[in-house]
Protein backbone atom coordinates (compact mmCIF):
# COMPACT_ATOMS: atom_id res chain seq x y z
CA UNK A 1 0.00 0.00 0.00
CA UNK A 2 1.52 3.31 -1.30
CA UNK A 3 1.72 6.01 1.88
CA UNK A 4 2.53 9.74 2.02
CA UNK A 5 4.78 9.75 5.27
CA UNK A 6 2.69 8.23 8.09
CA UNK A 7 -0.53 8.24 6.34
CA UNK A 8 -1.70 4.92 4.20
CA UNK A 9 -3.13 5.97 0.84
CA UNK A 10 -6.34 3.80 -0.44
CA UNK A 11 -6.54 1.31 -3.07
CA UNK A 12 -8.17 3.90 -5.62
CA UNK A 13 -5.43 6.58 -5.09
CA UNK A 14 -3.68 4.23 -7.68
CA UNK A 15 -6.52 3.97 -10.26
CA UNK A 16 -6.12 6.69 -12.80
CA UNK A 17 -9.56 7.61 -13.71
CA UNK A 18 -10.57 8.48 -10.10
CA UNK A 19 -7.89 11.38 -10.80
CA UNK A 20 -10.41 12.40 -13.53
CA UNK A 21 -13.63 14.04 -12.75
CA UNK A 22 -16.27 11.36 -14.26
CA UNK A 23 -19.31 12.07 -16.09
CA UNK A 24 -21.55 9.80 -15.08
CA UNK A 25 -23.41 11.35 -12.20
CA UNK A 26 -23.21 8.07 -10.03
CA UNK A 27 -20.26 7.49 -10.18
CA UNK A 28 -19.24 11.09 -9.81
CA UNK A 29 -20.87 10.86 -7.03
CA UNK A 30 -18.90 8.18 -5.63
CA UNK A 31 -15.88 9.27 -6.64
CA UNK A 32 -16.76 12.91 -4.07
CA UNK A 33 -17.59 10.79 -1.39
CA UNK A 34 -14.42 8.71 -1.56
CA UNK A 35 -12.35 11.79 -2.05
CA UNK A 36 -14.28 13.78 0.64
CA UNK A 37 -13.06 11.14 3.08
CA UNK A 38 -9.13 10.72 1.70
CA UNK A 39 -8.99 14.60 2.17
CA UNK A 40 -10.76 15.00 5.25
CA UNK A 41 -9.06 12.35 6.59
CA UNK A 42 -5.36 12.89 5.52
CA UNK A 43 -6.23 16.62 7.05
CA UNK A 44 -6.82 15.35 10.30
CA UNK A 45 -3.74 13.25 10.93
CA UNK A 46 -1.83 16.19 9.24
CA UNK A 47 -3.71 19.01 11.40
CA UNK A 48 -4.28 20.87 7.93
CA UNK A 49 -7.22 23.18 8.73
CA UNK A 50 -7.29 25.32 5.09
CA UNK A 51 -6.93 23.50 2.05
CA UNK A 52 -6.23 25.80 -1.20
CA UNK A 53 -7.96 25.26 -4.61
CA UNK A 54 -4.60 26.27 -6.44
CA UNK A 55 -2.23 25.15 -3.51
CA UNK A 56 0.21 22.21 -4.22
CA UNK A 57 -1.13 19.46 -2.13
CA UNK A 58 -0.04 16.21 -1.34
CA UNK A 59 -3.58 14.23 -2.30
CA UNK A 60 -3.60 16.11 -5.78
CA UNK A 61 -1.42 14.44 -7.16
CA UNK A 62 0.19 10.80 -7.44
CA UNK A 63 3.74 10.62 -9.77
CA UNK A 64 3.84 7.11 -9.23
CA UNK A 65 1.03 6.83 -11.99
CA UNK A 66 2.19 10.36 -13.50
CA UNK A 67 -1.91 12.04 -12.44
CA UNK A 68 -3.24 15.15 -11.08
CA UNK A 69 -6.23 16.56 -10.13
CA UNK A 70 -8.00 19.30 -13.23
CA UNK A 71 -8.95 22.48 -11.28
CA UNK A 72 -12.73 21.58 -11.95
CA UNK A 73 -11.90 18.16 -9.88
CA UNK A 74 -10.17 20.08 -6.68
CA UNK A 75 -12.95 22.44 -7.00
CA UNK A 76 -15.68 19.60 -7.38
CA UNK A 77 -14.32 17.73 -4.37
CA UNK A 78 -13.55 20.67 -1.96
CA UNK A 79 -16.65 22.21 -2.82
CA UNK A 80 -18.39 19.03 -1.53
CA UNK A 81 -16.58 19.08 1.44
CA UNK A 82 -17.81 22.81 2.36
CA UNK A 83 -21.05 22.82 1.01
CA UNK A 84 -22.08 19.70 3.68
CA UNK A 85 -20.96 22.19 6.69
CA UNK A 86 -22.71 25.44 5.08
CA UNK A 87 -25.88 22.91 4.08
CA UNK A 88 -25.86 21.41 7.79
CA UNK A 89 -25.51 25.02 9.58
CA UNK A 90 -28.68 26.01 7.12
CA UNK A 91 -30.70 23.28 8.41
CA UNK A 92 -29.68 23.96 11.91
CA UNK A 93 -30.42 27.70 11.06
CA UNK A 94 -33.89 26.78 10.02
CA UNK A 95 -34.45 24.44 12.87
CA UNK A 96 -33.38 27.25 15.61
CA UNK A 97 -35.53 29.94 14.71
CA UNK A 98 -38.26 27.69 13.94
CA UNK A 99 -38.83 27.74 10.36
CA UNK A 100 -39.40 24.01 9.24
CA UNK A 101 -41.98 25.19 7.39
CA UNK A 102 -41.31 28.76 6.54
CA UNK A 103 -40.10 30.79 3.54
CA UNK A 104 -37.07 33.41 3.67
CA UNK A 105 -35.49 35.81 1.22
CA UNK A 106 -31.78 34.88 0.50
CA UNK A 107 -31.06 38.20 1.71
CA UNK A 108 -32.72 37.99 5.09
CA UNK A 109 -30.47 34.72 5.30
CA UNK A 110 -27.98 36.89 4.85
CA UNK A 111 -28.22 39.78 6.51
CA UNK A 112 -31.63 39.46 8.48
CA UNK A 113 -32.60 39.66 12.11
CA UNK A 114 -32.58 35.99 12.49
CA UNK A 115 -29.29 35.50 11.03
CA UNK A 116 -27.19 38.12 12.83
CA UNK A 117 -25.33 36.44 15.18
CA UNK A 118 -24.69 33.19 13.14
CA UNK A 119 -21.97 32.10 10.61
CA UNK A 120 -24.74 33.02 7.90
CA UNK A 121 -24.74 36.30 8.64
CA UNK A 122 -23.21 38.24 5.62
CA UNK A 123 -22.14 35.02 4.55
CA UNK A 124 -21.10 34.92 0.40
CA UNK A 125 -23.54 35.04 -1.59
CA UNK A 126 -22.51 32.94 -4.19
CA UNK A 127 -21.55 30.06 -1.49
CA UNK A 128 -24.70 30.49 0.09
CA UNK A 129 -26.59 29.95 -3.24
CA UNK A 130 -24.31 27.05 -3.87
CA UNK A 131 -25.63 25.47 -0.45
CA UNK A 132 -28.95 26.58 -1.05
CA UNK A 133 -29.20 24.77 -4.28
CA UNK A 134 -27.64 21.35 -2.72
CA UNK A 135 -29.91 21.22 -0.18
CA UNK A 136 -32.87 22.11 -2.71
CA UNK A 137 -31.44 18.70 -4.33
CA UNK A 138 -31.61 16.84 -1.47
CA UNK A 139 -35.46 17.70 -0.97
CA UNK A 140 -35.01 20.09 2.39
CA UNK A 141 -36.40 23.44 -0.05
CA UNK A 142 -37.13 24.93 -3.10
CA UNK A 143 -35.76 28.21 -4.17
CA UNK A 144 -38.00 30.83 -6.12
CA UNK A 145 -37.22 33.51 -8.43
CA UNK A 146 -38.99 37.20 -7.35
CA UNK A 147 -38.51 40.23 -10.55
CA UNK A 148 -35.10 40.41 -9.24
CA UNK A 149 -31.74 39.14 -7.35
CA UNK A 150 -32.80 40.69 -3.75
CA UNK A 151 -36.49 38.84 -4.19
CA UNK A 152 -34.90 35.23 -4.33
CA UNK A 153 -36.67 33.10 -2.08
CA UNK A 154 -36.57 29.73 0.14
CA UNK A 155 -39.24 27.59 0.90
CA UNK A 156 -37.56 25.26 3.74
CA UNK A 157 -39.38 21.63 3.92
CA UNK A 158 -37.24 20.19 6.51
Partial sequence: MQTLGEFKLPHFFNYPPYFTLQPVRETR?????????LILDYCRTQKIFVVG?????????NPVIERSLSHEAREAFLSALV???WADLIISFVKDNGLEDGVMTVEEIRSGV??????????????????????????????????????EGVKFSI
Fill in 29 to 37: EKQIQLWKE
Fill in 53 to 61: LDEDFPLFS
Fill in 114 to 151: ESQGTELHGMDRTILMRALKHLEHRGKLALFKGTSADD
Fill in 83 to 85: LED
